[in-house]
């Protein structure tokens, strides 16, 4: 052992509390069934490759029965049910999530890659936390300020990313199952274990046949759902690229649209700011889930005069983050999604050094197997910089510079995206001066990617519209009017 170095012995959890099936079909109508028109796919393990399952790829046929199971469970069961007992159903589930909670974060690590203190921790508990609070929801919408008989939307279409996989699922079926909409959603092809799992939870709840229906695929399978007639409601986390395309492909129609798309966060650091805690706070803006974060403080601006110390303690606290396999308990950054995405951090990383700026990545044995990415950053980074501009989606940092709080606001807002902020300062005043002038969707005040099922989620200009998350997060599955007009077949 070095001096001032502790080494760890490995802390794995357990496989064994999963029971992996080899293959799943699609849940549809309340019940796992065969593929009528589409394939199979097989999701790997990204720490090591291994094929954990074979998935069905839904072809459009497929996806008309989850649409019109979702329809027929919305005009008989659901749309007409009290928002009491719709809350009922809502608690159960967020009950059998926390029962079922260390079974999904295996899952949850082993299909996406990301370390499994952060599944246990983060993502399962507000996963369940999110049912919770939109349970509460369910019997007082006429309370939540969108008219005295708000009625729900319909069928939605919904189709979630990678990176959260449960979480985004909670995000978008809690809220829709509150105000009394039904359900059609397509998980990640590379993630969709979880989602299949919450079918199984959703039997075990007792929850109404057609509510929620699961139809896993690729890009085709999303795109069948986006366009079909029968959705009334289209709600998208992902892509800013594929965000615009869904944009295109439901402008004219009855359907209403959510879009959370990319960012390129700033993450500004003050002369007076608590250092060490900033420090911590650029760690979790930047490596937090190997950097898969859509709001990711993945632009570092430091005032000029504090530069160098801020720098040194980066590298410093860099240098103890420990990759390696998400399931060891001891691990802070785990496997790159996919190996596709390893190509694409991979490829603008080699853009931001030719460009001319200086890469340092933390020292690090990544595994021989699987998909990895030591955490890096640049520096001498300008904001004509690619890496600067681009959302890389990985645990790469560009570092710049500032000298005055106005320079600061200029070079943060300096980008097509507006997802999210951090200011570190011990300035309460400098702080709402910043949050009223940063054109980001969240601002972060001396913490970073803190998530709160009370608190409203969502972006500016090409990070996308509409909210998630708070008495916001209704509004999206909510239209005024009478029942006979949103039941509407």
């Not at 929850?207 to 959705?231: C, D, K, M, W, Y």
């Not at 410093?316 to 001891?330: E, F, Q, S, Y």
């Not at 030591?374 to 681009?390: D, K, L, M, S």
Request: charged residues 25%; hydrophobic residues 40%.
């Amino acid at each position: 052992m070095s001096a001032g170095k502790f080494e760890y012995a490995p802390a794995p959890e357990s496989r064994s509390v999963v029971d992996l099936r080899s293959s799943y079909g699609l849940f549809v109508g309340g019940e796992f069934v065969p593929t009528a028109d589409g394939r199979m796919f097989k999701t790997v393990s990204p720490a090591t490759e291994e094929v954990l399952a074979e998935v069905t790829e839904a072809g459009t046929e497929d996806v008309d029965r989850a649409v019109r199971a979702a329809r027929t469970a919305f005009d008989s069961v659901w749309g007409p049910m009290s928002g009491r007992d719709r809350g009922k159903f809502l608690f159960r589930i967020a009950r059998l999530i926390q029962e079922r909670a260390r079974e999904l974060a295996v899952l949850e690590s082993l299909d996406n890659g990301k370390p499994i203190r952060e599944s246990r921790d983060v993502d399962i508990p507000l996963a369940a936390a999110h049912f919770f609070y939109y349970a509460g929801w369910a019997d007082k919408l006429e309370y939540a300020g969108f008219g005295a008989d708000p009625r729900p939307v319909g069928v939605a279409g919904q189709v979630i990313p990678w990176n959260f996989p449960l979480l985004m699922l909670a995000w978008k079926i809690a809220p829709a199952l509150a105000c009394g909409n039904t359900v059609v959603l397509k998980p990640a092809e590379t993630t969709p274990l979880t989602a299949l799992l919450f079918a199984e939870i959703c039997q075990q709840a007792d929850l109404p046949p057609g509510v929620v229906n699961i139809v896993t695929g690729a890009g085709a399978t999303g795109q069948a759902i986006v366009e079909h007639e029968g959705v009334d409601k289209v709600a998208f986390t992902g892509s800013t690229e594929v965000g615009k395309a869904i944009a295109r492909s439901v402008a004219g129609t009855h359907k209403l649209v959510t879009l959370e798309l990319g960012g390129k966060a700033a993450n500004v650091v003050f002369d007076d700011a608590p250092l060490d805690q900033a420090v911590e706070g650029i760690v979790n803006g930047i490596f937090f889930n190997q950097g898969h974060v859509c709001c990711a403080g993945s632009r570092l601006l430091v005032q000029e005069n504090v530069y160098d110390e801020v720098l040194d303690r980066l590298k410093r606290r860099m240098a103890t983050l420990r990759v390696g396999d998400p399931l060891d308990k001891n691990t802070d950054v785990g496997a790159i999604n996919s190996a596709e995405q390893l190509r694409r951090i991979a490829t603008l990383s080699e853009v931001g050094e030719a460009e001319g700026a200086e890469r340092w990545s933390a020292p690090c044995e990544l595994p021989d197997r699987g998909y990895w990415f030591a955490p890096t950053i640049f520096t001498g980074v300008t904001q004509a910089h690619r890496i600067a501009r681009e959302e890389i989606f990985g645990p790469v940092l560009s570092v710049l510079t500032f000298r005055t709080p106005a320079e600061a606001v200029e070079k943060a807002n300096n980008t097509p995206y507006g997802l999210s902020a951090g200011v570190w300062t011990e300035k309460g005043s400098r702080i709402l001066w910043m949050a009223d002038r940063l054109r980001a969707g969240v601002v972060w005040a001396n913490t970073f990617n803190r998530f709160d099922p009370t608190s409203p989620f969502g972006g500016y200009k090409e990070s996308g519209h509409g909210r998630e998350g708070g008495r916001h997060g209704l509004a999206a599955y909510l239209r005024a009017g009478n029942p006979k007009e949103a039941a509407r077949a």
